[in-house]
């Protein structure tokens, strides 16, 4: 009976939507298919928004590959970056509220805050964190390589934390900005970012396949596991792990609640009758903000620049909202086309993959009567380390024995790592990770995964050693994670 009970809903299912799949979309189905197995990906889900209605909404290949479980519209996916235009929305209620201004400087909100310089501690408003020109940068190296969970200390590192771009000036991606952002959420409500994502997004969205944690996830019983490509092999992915910067990416959402959050955005913050988003910050969040941007204009895809949490760009005539998602075992993309009423989401379990972008590009194209297009298949390779180890340069030795490259190193804003001799080799113990150094010539090495290694990032960096005028060794730099090194001194 419970068998009978579940086809016939699988049924139903298919049947209702197949009902309200519009005619331009055509054999869209049939492309998505051939897509997926170009790509050679494991699943993904579609929903389609137009006129406030979801006219689209379907499941394709597997949440769970191994046991061969099918993904539906409600499977849950990690959406990555797409949670920032979250984070963002919570601090336009907050304005509405009157328990902020997005003009206001994070350190009327954030105790013992301050940034680098006096500079950016009186120029640097909310509003810059979430058009990505507060100049701030990525800083991946204090937020991955030392990952903190709390995210009050997190920012607080940001007075050691040189900019790395121009002031009120420049385009630059931060996830640091928007820990930030959610820092200043937690410290106005005296909850925590989750607990005011659910209270005011979440719940009167009706978004109940969404969340923030595995746990909580994993409750569901319905959700993806994470995939990607490795040497032309499909590899499993571990969840990722976002510590402090839990607000530039954690969410976990289905198509169906996602297509939610596409309505209220197209009718002007409204759902089912109710303001949830203030309309004045829609219309802000969906406006240029930040027009620096480096990227090339061609007639047919022009004006382009970030919003609050979305990337916006005037494409074949046509005004898109858009921003992505990636991370470890993941790739997303969500497209509105406000004047045209028009909203898709692509959410897939295949890690650095333009396969969401290739599907809602053709959907995009089938609705606004654009010639549909060949799309190239791009599929970055996931970061594993290689199983052999690398001798020491014969012809380029270190200059000191191993032995005087011990020690612990530090550096404000990012914290210690203490390099040890193991087995005719240097490790360097990180509080979170360890890794090999793996040498390149005289004091030169780079940062190697052990085995186990398994995240979302490469951690191959170069490890430069230096010394004083008496021959010892000071401090120890870390090379291109960041514009400038970063200088570990030894204690």
């Given at each position: ?131 990505h020109k507060s100049g701030l ?302 040498h390149l010539n005289f004091n ?48």
């Amino acid at each position: 009976m419970k068998v009978f009970k579940t086809l016939l809903f699988v049924l139903f299912t298919t049947y209702l939507f197949s009902q309200h799949t519009p005619s331009e979309l055509g054999e869209i189905d049939t492309e998505v298919k051939t897509l997926i197995k170009q790509y050679q990906a494991v699943g993904l889900a579609v929903a389609v928004v137009k006129n406030d209605k979801v006219i689209y909404s379907k499941g394709f290949g597997y949440r769970n590959l191994e046991e061969k479980l099918p993904v539906t519209q409600h499977t849950a996916f990690h959406i990555a970056s797409m949670s920032k235009a979250f984070t963002g929305a919570l601090l336009g209620i907050l304005e509405r509220d009157n328990y902020l201004s997005l003009k206001d400087r994070p350190a009327v909100h954030v105790p013992n805050f301050q940034f680098y310089n006096d500079k950016m501690n009186h120029l640097i408003a909310i509003e810059d964190l979430l058009s990505h020109k507060s100049g701030l940068g990525t800083h991946g190296l204090s937020i991955v390589l030392f990952p903190e969970k709390d995210k009050l200390k997190t920012v607080q590192r940001l007075k050691y934390l040189k900019p790395e771009d121009e002031i009120k000036n420049s385009w630059n991606y931060s996830n640091l900005g928007y820990t930030l952002a959610g820092t200043i959420v937690e410290q106005v409500t005296k909850k925590t970012w989750d607990s005011s994502l659910q209270e005011m997004l979440f719940k009167p969205l009706q978004m109940n396949a969404s969340s923030t944690t595995v746990e909580v996830m994993k409750k569901s019983g319905d959700y993806a596991l994470g995939y990607g490509k490795h040497k032309g092999k499909t590899v499993k992915r571990p969840f990722e792990n976002y510590y402090a910067y839990t607000p530039a990416g954690a969410i976990k959402s289905s198509v169906t609640d996602l297509s939610n959050w596409m309505r209220v955005w197209l009718d002007k913050g409204v759902y089912n009758g109710t303001q949830v988003i203030p309309e004045d910050y829609v219309r802000k969040a969906t406006s240029l903000q930040n027009t620096k941007y480096n990227v090339t204009y061609d007639k047919d895809s022009f004006l382009f620049g970030e919003g609050f949490g979305w990337r916006l760009r005037a494409w074949f005539g046509h005004y898109r909202i858009r921003h992505g998602g990636n991370t470890n075992g993941f790739s997303s993309v969500m497209d509105m086309f406000p004047f045209e009423n028009i909203g898709i989401v692509v959410l897939c379990n295949q890690q650095s993959s333009l396969l969401p972008y290739a599907i809602s590009d053709d959907i995009a194209r089938r609705l606004l009567g654009l010639p549909t297009m060949e799309y190239p298949v791009e599929v970055g390779d996931v970061y594993m380390p290689e199983p052999e180890d690398q001798e020491l340069q014969k012809d380029k030795m270190p200059i000191h024995p191993l032995k005087d490259f011990s020690g612990t190193y530090t550096a404000a804003g990012y914290g210690k790592i203490e390099i040890k001799e193991e087995e005719a080799s240097l490790l360097a113990v990180l509080p979170t990770y360890t890794f090999k150094l793996t040498h390149l010539n005289f004091n030169m090495f780079y940062l190697k995964g052990l085995p186990n290694f398994d995240k979302s990032f490469n951690p191959e960096f170069t490890v430069k050693f230096d010394y004083d005028t008496k021959g010892g060794i000071y401090a120890l730099q870390i090379l291109g994670a960041q514009k400038e090194a970063v200088v570990f001194l030894k204690d």
